[in-house]
Structures are given as C-alpha cells and as structure tokens.
C-alpha cells in the first residue's frame, strides 16, 4: 500500500484504491454505496478517503447508480418570507432522506422558471418541487415529467399535470376573511395582489395564472355574491408587483372619493407595503382602514397594532411536498394525490367594524 498522498487537490477514485491497496472497481463500490464488500476492505477504503480528504464526482456518482442525491426546488420569490419558510421544510425533510436541495428563483417568471428547469435537469437532479409561475404554461413541466423526473407542485396546482399538489386551503380562508369583514359593515373591500394582466384590471377569476391566488379571489368574490354586493369584481386590483407600483395602486384607492374601507392584501410583502403607506399617509388602522393579510410573518405581530392574519400552514406545505417527492423516489408508483392544507384566521387588531352610523350608507353603495 502506497500511503504517500496525491500532490493533486483531485484526488480521485484509484487514487484511494491505491491507498487502500484495493482494485479501483472495489474502492467504487465503497464509496458509490452500491455493490458487496467485506467489512475489512470497507474500513480500508472509508479511512483512505478521508486521509486523502476524498470527495465524490457527483455527476459520475450519478452516471453509476443513477441518482445525484439532489432535489432541485423552483420558487417564485425566495425573498419573500412565504417561500423561505416553505423551503425550510422541504430543506429538513429532504436532508433527513439523504438529499441535497437545489434552490433556484423564477421572479414569477415563465421564462426564468424554464430555464431553471432544463439548467436542473442537466444537474440530474433526482426530482422537482416547482410553485409554477403561470398555470396556463407548463409545457417544460410536460417535458420534465415525461423525461422521466418526478415532480410536485407546491402550493399552486395545475388541471393539467397528473402530478402529486400540496396546496392550502386559501379559497375557504378567503371567503372566511370577507365574510368577517361584511359582517362588521363593510361593503368597499379591496383584494390587492400582484398579479397582472396585460391592461392590469380585473375581469374574471380566470385571467389570473396563479392559482393560490386565483382560489383567492374566487373565495372573495363568493363571500361577497353571497352576500348580495355587487360589482365587487373592480375592488381586485392588480399589480402590486414591487412597493413602488403598491403605493400607486393605494395611493389611487384611498385618494378616492369612495375609498375602501378595508384591504385584503394577497401576501405578507403586499400587506407590509401596506400598512407602511397607511402609516406614513398619517391613515389609522383600523379606524379609518381595516387590514387583514395572507400569511403569518413575523412583522405582523409586532406592529401597532398588530396585524389579523390568515395563517397558512406554511412549513407544513414544503414538508409534505418534500415527503411526497421522497415517496416517489423510494419507488411509489400510487396514482397523483392532492393535499389541501387547512389555514387558520387570526383575528389581531388592525379589523374594526363600520360604525352603525356608516353601514347603512355604505350597504347602499354597494347593494
């Protein structure tokens, strides 16, 4: 046995052989993990790859047992709060069943998201979880799912794709918020999101691509229908894409003779921009605007006052994503499921009702 290290930083695979005095295809099955060896050699070749500070070539791991031990993730926003928390739990998940996450960000774009797609595939990846950009463009996810590649999606699902869905409950959540708010005597409620169309107004449920928000919004439209508002289809406004274009949109809306009397925003980001320009504007909440935001991040604790939230089991969703996968990968070849999630309202101190003098009047506008 040749105990002198390679002068090479690359060690490779008959180098450790060498050490170990095994042939290279003996050391290979050591340390691929595949294959029959004795105790003896095993310990032999375990110490001569760390003595020589060995590390695997995982693509040639991967040509040779035909898995890379990586999950390849594909979010719409890692910046906002709502994802990082979710890919914590595909991340615990994952790295308890021996895999390795591959994050990448789409900014909610088409474009970006297939490209991330093909640049993760070419990694070998063993499997995706993908929260698409657009229900209405997933070719490249056809594409992937007959390459071979299992996928689920997180949190936005498709009619399309017979693949496992791990989703939230956010229709029944919306239609939950609304129903609270007319109940206090609200009547000029406004569904903010950053969703867009190409003339940015709001027709039907189906011009919005994403689908959690798109359940959303249809919630918010049945809670109201349901309750006899009409017209309430011009209080979704879209496009709050970035905190300058929210400030115009609310700008716009508070400046206007018939305000609104409360906001639905569609995320924590969208409700922070929010309750920021309430703030500044010298604009009360909840007096004179009441307002509820999807999602439970930490700000909305913390603020004066405190802001009413529909939690979502947010964690929950990238940790049932991730096990699923894994499930796949572990050889479950049961048809797709979709799980729906239960969300929670939490009821803080930013939603007041209209006082009886004002409900009248504003029952009126919108009957």
């Known amino acids: ?97 021996g895999f390795t996450v591959i994050l990448t960000n789409s900014g909610e774009n088409t474009e970006t998201e297939k490209a991330a797609i093909r640049a993760l595939l070419a990694k070998r990846v063993d499997g995706l979880i993908v929260s698409p950009a657009m229900e209405s463009d997933v070719d490249h996810l056809e594409e992937a799912i007959r390459s071979g590649c299992p996928m689920v999606l997180l949190d936005r699902g498709s009619r399309t794709l017979g693949v496992d869905t791990v989703v939230a409950d956010d229709g029944h959540a919306a239609e939950d918020i609304t129903r609270r708010l007319i109940a206090g005597g609200h009547r000029r409620i406004a569904y903010l999101t950053a969703c867009d169309t190409p003339d940015h107004r709001f027709r039907l449920p189906s011009d919005i691509s994403t689908g959690s928000v798109r359940r959303r919004i249809e919630g918010f439209l049945r809670a109201c229908h349901e309750a006899g508002l009409s017209g309430m289809e011009d209080w979704v406004r879209l496009g709050a894409l970035t905190p300058a274009e929210t400030q115009r949109i609310v700008t716009a809306m508070l400046t206007d003779k018939h305000a609104p009397t409360a906001i639905i925003a569609s995320d924590s980001v969208i409700g922070l921009d929010v309750f920021k320009i309430c703030r500044d504007r010298g604009i009360d909440i909840p007096r004179d605007l009441s307002l509820v935001s999807f999602h439970d991040a930490d700000w909305t604790s913390v603020t004066t006052p405190p802001v009413t939230v529909v939690r979502q089991p947010v964690y929950q969703l990238g940790e049932k994503a991730a096990k699923l996968l894994v499930e796949r990968l572990n050889g479950n070849g049961g048809p797709a499921s979709r799980v729906v999630l239960k969300t929670e309202l939490v009821e803080r101190a930013s939603v007041a009702d209209i006082p009886a003098e004002q409900m009248s009047e504003a029952r009126q506008e919108k009957v």
Not at 44 to 55: E, G, I, K
Not at 69 to 77: K, L, R
């Open 1 to 97: 046995m040749d105990p002198t290290p390679p002068r090479n930083n690359a060690v490779t695979v008959a180098d450790v052989a060498r050490m170990a005095g095994v042939s290279k295809a003996t050391a290979a099955r050591v340390l691929g993990g595949y294959g029959t060896v004795s105790d003896r050699v095993r310990e032999a070749v375990t110490l001569a790859a760390r003595n020589l500070n060995y590390r695997p070539n995982e693509l040639a791991r991967s040509m040779t047992t035909g898995r890379s031990g990586t999950i390849g993730v594909v979010v719409g926003d890692i910046e906002n709060p709502f994802f990082s928390l979710a890919v914590r739990g595909i991340t615990d998940i994952a790295r308890q069943a």
